[in-house]
């Protein structure tokens, strides 16, 4: 199964605990982009709209393209009070849309299931010229590396998943090598920011967090089920209280 499909299975539990995104990050897209009444724009990726209600409230008409059915009726209904917002049930590659006639397309921790020479290609097609492609990611990080914690669910994490790819909080080479390709497909005006957000979990709800993820989820079961049970225990160990401290980076660049 496509691991996008995944978040699929439960879009409840994916719209309660995956993170919201800061004010400001908002603020910034849409002076950048300028977009607002009479403008359009795309989201691709829309899950259960977490980024989605800030660019609806600006007036324009915003199409959003999601691959999980569930997940798409989910944000049918959840902004079914727009009247200028609709949903495409279907993947990014296979969308159709007349070239040169969108404002703003973004994307909200989804852009990097799509390959890349198909992606950035096909959003710089589907601008006008002076529009804005908007990427950003929420990159959660567990703790600190000094924190006693943190260095128990590493240890976790390597005994059940020891190809698992270590989380770097600051991944200064992941975020030049966006850049690096918004700049290589033609864009221009190339920005990059971040914020940063902290939140708390108990050992419950930081579990019920792993669950929306495509890697987690597609654990085999019995792994899956002691891996949440040691995870579990370590928090529980430490006052039932996680701390993660997100980092979002968001990328800018105009047609």
Request: proline fraction near 4%; aromatic fraction near 12%; include cysteine.
């Amino acid at each position: 199964m496509d691991k996008r499909l995944t978040f699929n299975e439960d879009a409840a539990n994916y719209d309660k605990w995956r993170p919201a995104y800061c004010a400001e990050l908002f603020q910034d897209i849409i002076a950048y982009s300028r977009i607002g009444q009479g403008r359009k724009a795309i989201e691709i990726g829309i899950g259960t709209g977490q980024a989605t209600r800030p660019f609806l409230e600006t007036g324009c008409e915003l199409a959003a393209i999601e691959l999980g059915q569930e997940l798409a009726e989910y944000s049918r209904l959840k902004f079914r009070e727009y009247k200028k917002f609709s949903v495409h049930n279907s993947t990014f590659e296979e969308f159709t849309g007349p070239d040169d006639s969108v404002d703003l397309i973004y994307s909200a921790t989804a852009f990097h299931w799509i390959p890349e020479d198909v992606g950035y290609p096909k959003a710089f097609e589907l601008l006008k010229t002076g529009g804005t492609l908007a990427l950003f990611w929420n990159r959660p990080f567990a703790a600190r590396e000094d924190d006693e914690l943190h260095q128990h669910i590493q240890r976790i994490y390597q005994q059940y998943r020891p190809s698992n790819t270590k989380l770097i909080e600051h991944d200064t080479e992941r975020y030049n090598a966006i850049s690096q390709n918004l700049h290589t497909y033609g864009f221009r005006d190339v920005q990059l920011k971040l914020y940063h957000l902290t939140r708390s979990f108990s050992s419950a709800d930081y579990i019920a967090l792993l669950n929306t993820y495509s890697d987690h989820r597609s654990m085999p079961p019995a792994i899956k089920e002691s891996f949440e049970d040691e995870i579990r225990a370590a928090i529980l160990q430490s006052g039932d209280i996680l701390n993660v401290y997100d980092t979002i980076d968001l990328h800018l660049g105009r047609k």
